[in-house]
């Protein structure tokens, strides 16, 4: 069993008060043994960050302390000669151990940064994927990482509130597509929707059933899982998948 969970963000008035609330959040999350939490995506008042060891100090220190994997949002990032929206992942040693760019840029953002062009699986204490945002409509992304190994997905997201319907929508198909469980997290405010959620697997009588999880305002949500429970059709989906061309 792992003990997994989302943060839920509001609105800042600077990236030191939010990483000072955000912290505490953190902690009370380690206080219960949480194993990986992860945030949204593009959180802070200001979301340029280049030297993520710095920032997230805090952070890496919280993660040792309580042994704890964080992944603490998506941000733009200059590298060599453009930036990226790259999602960091610490670990209980305190180390960023990697880190997921996002795939797809939405809109505005093509012109703004460069696309990644791989998924990477993590291993802490599970192996998991990130599905940074708009990553989610394309059910490539969830295929590749759950293909690769990941056990569960995190997706730190920004999405507003005309958007929540969909983004449930397609939270819900990759899970089920993939036989995953997938933990995806919001901000909100006066734009952005909140309703972070978390799809669980249920399976009964060989049907797999979706559960939803929703929550609303500042708020972090903690799950425990027996990941393994899916292994099995996991395989048994994708050798299905392969038997036609």
């Known amino acids: ?99 997921q760019t996002k795939i797809h840029p939405f809109s505005y953002e093509k012109r703004l940064i460069r696309a990644g062009n791989r998924t990477v699986v993590f291993k802490t204490s599970c192996k998991f994927g990130i599905i940074i945002c708009y990553d989610m409509v394309f059910a490539e992304v969830a295929r590749s990482l759950s293909m690769k190994g990941a056990d569960v997905l995190f997706s730190p997201s920004r999405i507003v509130k005309s958007g929540i319907y ?22 909100e405010n006066r734009k952005f929707g909140g309703k972070s959620v978390i799809i669980d697997l249920h399976e009964k009588d060989g049907i797999v059933i979706p559960k939803k999880i929703e929550m609303r305002g500042q708020a972090t ?19 299905d998948l392969r038997k036609f061309s």
């Open 1 to 99: 069993m792992v003990k997994l969970g989302i943060i839920q963000t509001t609105s800042y008035s600077s990236n030191e008060q939010g990483i000072e609330k955000v912290s505490k959040l953190l902690n009370q999350s380690g206080g219960k043994e949480a194993d990986v939490i992860c945030l949204p995506e593009q959180w802070l008042a200001q979301n340029k960050i280049n030297d993520y060891n710095k920032v997230f100090e805090s952070f890496r220190k919280i993660a040792k302390n309580y042994s704890m994997t964080i992944i603490p949002g998506a941000f733009y990032q200059r590298e060599s000669d453009a930036f990226t929206i790259s999602s960091p992942v610490i670990d209980p040693s305190w180390e960023i151990i990697g880190k």
């Open 166 to 187: 969909p983004w449930h929508l397609y939270v819900t198909v990759r899970a089920l597509e993939n036989r995953v469980t997938i933990l995806a997290s919001n901000m």
């Open 221 to 239: 949500k903690l799950v425990e899982f027996d990941l393994a429970r899916y292994k099995r059709v996991r395989k048994e989906r994708f050798a």
